[in-house]
């Protein structure tokens, strides 16, 4: 534990940081800034239209929407309720702001994601769609790395993405729903009761991943946005009855992120590089950009243009860390709990507690259940995803069922080995999918402006036909 511990402290050390950061720059500068520029033609596309059309034009196994649902189920997860908390108990209530910002940075770094996993993506011998970072790597960075470097990355990105879905994306959930669960009953024998929830997370996981990514996709488009409704929906509650005290929060938001904060309460106050640090982190593990996972999930969509999945793509970090961890920010620091010295999803409990009672705890807890199960429905796709380009279609099925056992084994295990192995993990998928990035900006580039010089002429010929 004690190498893990360092290796993982390295892995997600500034390094990192830096590295994931700088290609959203790189990325936002080759695209001109398309998540500013299209963000209302992004949320047009995810929202109305074709996107949520069982016939949408083009290959692919699930609708635009269903896709964007799946990905979103894997990131709004309990890092939008426990990861801002402890950003802003360690970092002060300026952390918010630089998560906002890396937020903005990795929408374009999620939409090239998303982009380039359909445009090289490649049909299973089951006949279904599979695409993802580790495609690009193969076929398209080869072409500027050399193909041999190019499949070592794909591989070593595949292989850390099929063993860290069972750990963070898996076992590490159902361990934190059972945890939930016996907290909001107040249940004195643990042991049975995670028993018993696991047993019932199983049988629903495996109700909805034996069914394929068209149950999943299914599933996704309605359950996602309940348990979003629900969590954002008390938050907002949350807000309105302190509305008086939003723009002092904001202005402590912004000031906090530039000058520091003292210590107050039981707050034990943070510096200006502490409030990056933290803010930028808990950014970046909520929403995913740059760890390739959108990649997985945004393959398997019906269309026909690689640029217009990007852009919705994009509106799935917007929607995790724009709307959803701000919910949790603001809630915090309006109310003044940032003082209390909690941390994690206590502290947020008590943020919503001291504005609408017991319900708040309420909200908050079933929240963190459900977004815990919804990050295993999302990473079941990204694993066995992983595992069929290893070995392929033929080991579906039997990942399929591992993941459930899984699943149970995780709600009644002691997981601090497996959180911290799948925390170095998720590192080495990063490392592959930033160089594939990088290296395809260009790629990523040309077949944006394609698309947005096709949407050009579209109106000059309907301009022109209406003249």
Same mark, same amino acid.
């Given at each position: ?55 949408? @034009?083009? @290959? ?9 649902? =799946?990905?979103?189920?894997? =990131? ?10 402890? $950003? ?20 374009? =770094?999620?939409?090239? /994601? ?9 049909k ?7 695409g ?79 069914g ?8 996704? /488009? ?26 002092? $929060? ?17 707050f ?12 930028? $982190? ?8 740059g ?12 269309? $026909? ?24 920010a603001?809630?915090i ?20 507690s001291?504005?609408?009672g ?110």
């Amino acid at each position: 534990m004690d190498w893990l511990n360092a290796l993982d402290g390295f892995m997600w050390g500034k390094y990192m940081m830096i590295a994931l950061f700088s290609t959203g720059i790189v990325l936002t500068v080759r695209l001109r800034g398309v998540q500013f520029r299209k963000l209302g033609h992004a949320l047009k596309l995810a929202f109305t239209g074709a996107s949520f059309k069982a016939r949408a @034009e083009g @290959e692919g196994d699930i609708t635009p929407f269903q896709a964007l649902m =799946t990905t979103l189920a894997s =990131t709004v997860g309990n890092g939008n309720i426990a990861g801002v908390a402890t $950003a802003i108990a360690l970092g002060g209530p300026g952390a918010p702001l630089w998560m906002w910002l890396t937020a903005l940075i990795g929408m374009a =770094t999620r939409g090239t /994601e998303a982009m380039l996993g359909v445009k090289y993506r490649r049909k299973a011998d089951d006949g279904t769609m599979i695409g993802g970072a580790f495609y690009y790597l193969e076929e398209g960075a080869s072409d500027y790395i050399g193909k041999g470097f190019g499949k070592v990355l794909a591989v070593a990105f595949a292989f850390a993405g099929m063993i860290a879905a069972f750990g963070i994306g898996c076992m590490v959930q159902s361990n934190s729903v059972a945890l939930s669960v016996t907290t909001l009953f107040h249940i004195d024998s643990v042991t049975t009761a995670n028993v018993v929830v696991g047993l019932i997370l199983a049988g629903l996981t495996a109700v909805v991943i034996l069914g394929g990514v068209k149950r999943l996709g299914v599933v996704a /488009e309605w359950f996602v946005p309940f348990m979003a409704l629900v969590y954002i929906g008390g938050g907002l509650i949350v807000i309105l009855l302190r509305i008086s005290a939003l723009p002092r $929060a904001i202005d402590l938001i912004f000031s906090s992120a530039f000058s520091g904060q003292a210590a107050a309460g039981g707050f034990a106050g943070a510096a200006v590089a502490q409030g990056i640090q933290f803010g930028v $982190a808990r950014g970046i593990f909520s929403n995913e950009a740059g760890l390739g996972t959108g990649s997985l999930a945004h393959s398997a969509a019906k269309t $026909a243009d690689p640029a217009r999945q990007g852009l919705i793509g994009m509106t799935g970090t917007f929607i995790d860390t724009i709307v959803t961890c701000s919910i949790t920010a603001l809630a915090i620091v309006m109310t003044g709990a940032w003082k209390t010295g909690q941390t994690s999803t206590a502290l947020t409990i008590t943020a919503f507690s001291s504005v609408i009672g017991i319900f708040g705890g309420y909200i908050v807890t079933l929240g963190s259940a459900l977004f815990g199960y919804s990050t295993i429905l999302g990473w079941s796709y990204y694993g066995e995803q992983c595992t069929e380009y290893l070995f392929g279609s033929v080991t579906n099925l039997p990942y399929r069922a591992l993941f459930v056992i899984a699943t149970f084994l995780g709600a009644v295990a002691k997981l601090s080995f497996v959180w911290t192995l799948s925390d170095v993990l998720n590192g080495f998928m990063a490392i592959p999918n930033l160089v594939g990035l990088l290296v395809l900006s260009g790629v990523a580039a040309r077949t944006l402006n394609n698309y947005v010089n096709s949407l050009a002429a579209e109106k000059v010929a309907v301009s022109g036909e209406q003249i």
